[in-house]
Nanobody, 127 residues
Framework: QVQVVETGGGLVQAGGSLRLSCAAS????????MGWFRQAPGKERELVAA????????DYSDSVKGRFTISKDSAENTVYLQMSSLKPGDTAVYYC????????????????????WGQGNQVTVSS
C-alpha cells in the first residue's frame, strides 16, 4: 500500500507561483510513476502533468505547458509541481497520484492508470 499526501496549495494572485509537493510512503517509491491531476467545480478531472518512475520522461496538458514543471526526487520520496504564471483558470483541487509499472520510462496520462491518490489540495488563483 502506498499513501500520498499533497502539500503546498493556497491562494495566489494571477501571475504568481506556487509549488505543490507530494510525499509518498509505504513502499519503494522509486518504481512508481507519478501524476498531478486537477478538478475545478463543475468540470471533469484532468491530467496536469505526469512523470515516469525514472524521472526522465514527462507529459503536460497543453494548458500548462511552459508554465508548470513536474519533478521527482526518489531519494526523498517526493514529487513536485512547480506552477508559474498562474491564471484564474488554474483554480482547482489538485491531486497527486501514483502507479507502478515495470517500464522505467512509462508516463501514464489517464486517471485509471493510477492506483493511489492523495486527498487533494486547493489552489485558488485570484484575478
Amino acid at each position: 500500500q502506498v499513501q500520498v499526501v499533497e502539500t503546498g496549495g493556497g491562494l495566489v494572485q494571477a501571475g504568481g507561483s506556487l509549488r505543490l509537493s507530494c510525499a509518498a510512503s509505504g513502499r519503494t517509491f522509486s518504481n512508481y510513476y507519478m501524476g498531478w491531476f486537477r478538478q475545478a467545480p463543475g468540470k471533469e478531472r484532468e491530467l496536469v502533468a505526469a512523470i515516469s518512475w525514472n524521472g526522465l520522461n514527462t507529459d503536460y496538458s497543453d494548458s500548462v505547458k511552459g508554465r508548470f514543471t513536474i519533478s521527482k526526487d526518489s531519494a526523498e520520496n517526493t514529487v513536485y509541481l512547480q506552477m508559474s504564471s498562474l491564471k484564474p483558470g488554474d483554480t482547482a483541487v489538485y491531486y497527486c497520484a501514483a502507479g507502478s509499472s515495470s517500464k522505467a520510462g512509462w508516463v501514464a496520462t489517464r486517471g485509471v492508470e493510477y492506483h493511489y491518490w492523495g486527498q487533494g489540495n486547493q489552489v485558488t488563483v485570484s484575478s
